[in-house]
């Protein structure tokens, strides 16, 4: 019946055609829904931006940068969350990076099949889902009260650390499996050892993809703001920490605080902190956007 | 012994290769080298167990997470009573007279996970759709990185954009809506999961092979023709999938049901309502002065255990669908 | 099962010429198994020194297998499994106490693609004698000329040394994994079918180099390419389904060989 075939008598080709033209009208509404539904999509990220630099954009200052929170709208400023941010990071970036990566590491270059090892990635990739809120409560049980850390910046940079692993550990196993083994071999033929190959070949190698992969998983650890709530850092402090105990609050936490106030204009300086969060983002991603392009695939 | 073996036959080997000064040189160094590495094979043996402790962490991270849950909730327990927790339809921790009932929580939780898919579902499906089937390649090249912006926006930015920009136009088309609400909070967590579901969908319905669309081409159906009944069945795990970590991801999301959602436990349906969901509970409770050893404290961990299992369930029910049920071309 | 036992009891007639050489290798009843497929079945074979020592056969031969045994690349693949001796210069090589380490270093491989590592040129060629210790930059530039010059690729890269090797062409890389090779001195070098991925320029350049090398190396090479054999190996063994049909004298082999698959193959009857 569908087949457009020659030998298809003239009286059912016109019947068809009509049939046919009504399947394409569909096929059309069809596609115009589908592409409705993604620039439905396109359209909130935009309307999103745009409210949100519009509503902050007159609130952008040196003085909220240089100065602390306050109870007066305008003599607030982010100071202590962006220091906050920035220790976190310290601790996050480098504990991530080589959990992440020896776990990657171990994955694909050491680890036997057996049972255990597929305990392992079936572990990682569970711990993917588990809501951030949960990861707080884990902070806050082990770090902040079971080891003592308080809610410290260590406290909270290792619970982020946790909670942004399984994206590291994904993305580097990519980019150590795509070390091609032609090259592994090249180096174990010239009688260096495993960890010399490892160490001198495959991570160097993999080294971009594991680098956009971490860039990634950072820019995931600023945002979060749950956790660090749970795990009880201060939404009001008027200090930068000065040593990994410090307490510590941070850009998402000190956002959360404003929004939730009543004032219209701790509303807008929310909005002008969103800026700032979303241009760290933005930098970040570019450098991982960059790193991926400038080092593309060789082989 | 071995070196001494080595050596032996090093010289064995007879003078030609002994005149050449440098390139014994070379290799001897090398032979030197290769007798005395003790540092070299205490690195081989150290670094695979390194390495292995790394990946224990990860292991170490969930055994953490349940036993915490599970050792805190059982203290929960202790003081309020198991019957309670789940026959209760009233959860009030913060009254003279509390009440520990889940299930206001859960009510809350799955209406705005609810309301979520709504929005979520068609939108993202729509957009694999058209991503996997319709567009071009330059046109999935450039739509693909916005969609992951979208994801990556940080939750409280959504939650900021939901109390101060959906909820006020909600408000002014629906009369009597509360400022706190669950419609709006529930649409932009289905805004924020879209990009999931389309780029999970969108790798389920892409990695149906060209041949068997090729096969229903040639009959002369249409792409929507060759979409919903080739492709959409033969990707029907991989979406379905999507929606299950969809599910599972509006029911963990925190920031932005705590910021425009409200912290109203009550059983109800009414989506212009507030509601609170069991992820805004734990962060009211630890944003509170509920003191360690309070029950209130403890009741964080019950709510934290009850949120673990909901997510953990989907999650393994989405790994299960997706395993079970792949198709093999 | 007839053929078998004939195959088994071939005399290694290769080098009668010149039995005072002394022998780089001495394999004796190899055999090898991938899993439960028997690849290799009691190879025995002398290689003497410094000579080129080809290994023909058509593909899925084991040919590429044996070569890969000999500096115990096989083990790579876990599923590999081998009895049987090979004595690199008198010393068992699967025996406990024999650092594989010091077994490649001795002896050098050429792989069928070429694989530089993602470096600088000279990176590549200091890759080796730099896990093995050598540091100092004085000795590792007189590496790199040294060693670029024997693999006939100095006067292409001496001013390009910082490049990334990618940048090279493929007959240029596989000249380069040769220069590698030869930076630690080693003893013996591997080549497996180093030229089937290059065009007849390159490949000719190599061929040139092989019979250069050969006055300081001894090679074992596996070509698909018949014509090659014959051009620059001393001794050259024809493998079949795993089992060493007959190893001679190069020019024995193809001009009067003495089972007649090597004739049926050689004449392009098969493979």
């Given amino acids: ?164 692993l399984p994206i590291i550990v994904v993305a580097s196993r990519e980019a150590i499996s795509a070390v091609p083994t032609d090259v592994k071999h090249a180096s174990y033929a010239m009688g260096a050892t495993k960890w010399q190959t490892i160490f001198r070949i495959v991570v160097p190698t993999a080294l971009p993809g594991v680098l956009t992969g971490t860039i990634l998983a950072l820019s995931r650890a600023i945002g979060e703001t749950a956790p660090i709530l749970v795990l009880g850092a201060l939404t009001y402090v008027a200090s930068t920490p000065s040593n990994l105990f410090s307490n510590f609050t941070a850009m998402p936490v000190q956002i959360y605080n404003w929004t939730g106030r009543p004032q219209q204009e701790f509303q807008d300086i929310a909005a002008a902190g969103i800026i700032i969060l979303l241009l760290m983002l933005l930098v970040m991603n570019s450098i991982a956007v960059f790193i991926r392009s400038k080092f593309q695939k060789r082989f | 012994m071995l070196l001494s073996l080595h050596l032996g036959n090093y010289l064995l080997r007879g003078c030609a290769e002994m005149e050449d000064r440098s390139k014994l040189s070379i290799s001897e160094r090398i032979e030197q080298r290769t007798k005395g590495s003790g540092s070299s094979s205490f690195m081989e043996k150290l670094m695979p167990i390194v390495f292995f402790i790394c990946a224990l962490i990860s292991v170490l991270t969930t055994v953490g997470i349940v036993f915490t849950l599970l050792f805190e909730t059982i203290t929960f327990f202790s003081n309020v009573p198991f019957a309670d927790f789940f026959a209760s339809v009233e959860w009030y921790p913060f009254f003279s007279d509390p009440q520990y009932g889940i299930w206001p929580l859960v009510n809350g939780t799955l209406m705005i996970a609810g309301i979520a898919m709504l929005v979520a579902v068609p939108f993202g499906l729509g957009a694999a759709i058209y991503l996997s089937e319709y567009a071009s390649e330059k046109v999935r090249k450039t739509v693909k990185p916005v969609l992951e912006v979208l994801a990556g926006i940080p939750t409280i930015v959504y939650g900021f954009f939901a109390l101060t920009f959906v909820t006020p136009i909600l408000r002014s088309i629906i009369p009597g809506m509360d400022i706190y609400n669950a419609l709006s909070p529930g649409i932009i967590v289905g805004v924020m999961i879209i990009p999931m579901i389309a780029s999970l969908s969108e790798d389920a319905m892409s990695s149906v092979p060209n041949s068997i669309r090729q096969g229903a081409f040639a009959l002369g159906a249409t792409r929507m023709e060759v979409t919903v009944k080739v492709v959409m069945p033969a990707a029907l795990s ?92 | 099962m007839q053929t078998k036992h004939e195959n088994r009891s071939v005399e290694d007639n290769s080098i009668n010429a010149e039995e005072k050489a002394p022998l780089a290798y001495n394999v004796e009843q190899l055999n090898l198994w991938y899993a439960d497929n028997h690849a290799l079945q009691d190879i025995s074979m002398k290689i003497p020194e410094k000579s080129v020592t080809a290994i023909i056969g058509p593909s899925g031969c084991g040919k590429s297998t044996f070569i890969k045994t000999l500096n115990r690349m096989t083990e790579m693949n876990p599923i590999v499994k081998t009895n049987g001796s090979i004595k690199y210069r008198e010393n068992e090589i699967f025996a406990k106490n024999f650092s594989v380490e010091y077994l490649r270093t001795k002896v050098g491989m050429v792989f069928q693609n070429p694989n530089p590592f993602p470096k600088s040129i000279y990176d590549n060629v200091t890759y080796g004698p730099k896990i093995h210790g050598i540091k100092d930059k004085k000795t590792l530039d007189e590496i790199v000329e040294r060693s670029l010059k024997k693999a006939a690729i100095w006067d292409e890269t001496k001013d390009r040394l910082k490049e990334n090797a990618f940048g090279l062409s493929g007959g240029q890389q596989q000249r380069l994994c040769i220069a590698r090779c030869l930076a630690i001195e080693p003893d013996i070098i591997l080549m497996d079918e180093p030229t089937s991925a290059l065009d007849p320029i390159s490949t000719l350049k190599i061929e040139e180099l092989v019979q250069e090398l050969k006055k300081d190396y001894t090679i074992v090479i596996v070509t698909h390419n018949m014509q090659q054999a014959a051009r620059i190996s001393d001794s050259t063994a024809f493998f079949l389904n795993g089992v060493i049909v007959e190893h001679d004298q190069t020019d024995k082999i193809f001009s009067s060989p003495e089972k007649k698959e090597t004739e049926d193959y050689i004449s392009g009857r098969f493979g």
């Fill in chain 1, 1 to 164: 019946m569908k087949f457009a075939n020659t030998t298809v008598p003239q009286e059912v080709q016109k019947e068809n055609s009509p049939q046919l033209s009504k399947r394409q009208i569909w096929n059309k509404v069809f596609k115009g829904v589908c592409f409705t539904a993604t620039a439905f999509s396109i359209a909130m990220l935009l309307i999103l931006l745009v409210r949100i630099v519009t509503q902050g954009a007159g609130f952008l200052d040196w003085g909220l940068l240089t100065n602390f929170a306050s109870r007066n709208a305008e003599d607030a400023g982010l100071l202590a969350a962006l220091a906050g941010t920035i220790w976190l990071m310290l601790v996050t970036a480098p504990v991530s990076f080589i959990l992440g990566v020896g776990t990657a590491v171990y994955l694909e270059e050491y680890a036997p099949r057996n049972k255990f090892t597929n305990l392992l990635q079936t572990n990682i990739s569970n711990l993917a889902g588990v809501p951030s809120v949960v990861f707080g409560l884990l902070g806050l049980t082990i770090f902040n009260r079971l080891m003592g850390m308080g809610a410290s910046v260590i406290a909270g940079g290792l619970t982020l650390s946790l909670l942004v």
């Fill in chain 2, 238 to 329: 991989g979406i379905i999938a999507s929606f299950v970590l969809g599910i599972s991801r509006a029911i963990g999301e925190t920031m932005i049901v705590t910021v425009a959602g409200g912290a109203s436990p009550t059983m109800t349906l009414d989506p212009t309502g507030a509601v609170q969901t069991m992820t805004a509970y734990i962060v009211q409770a630890t944003q509170g002065d509920a003191g360690f050893g309070t029950p209130i404290y403890y009741s964080i961990y019950a709510v934290g255990m009850t949120l673990f299992v909901f997510t953990l369930a989907m999650n393994l029910l989405a790994h299960y669908i997706s395993r079970r049920f792949r198709e093999d071309y």
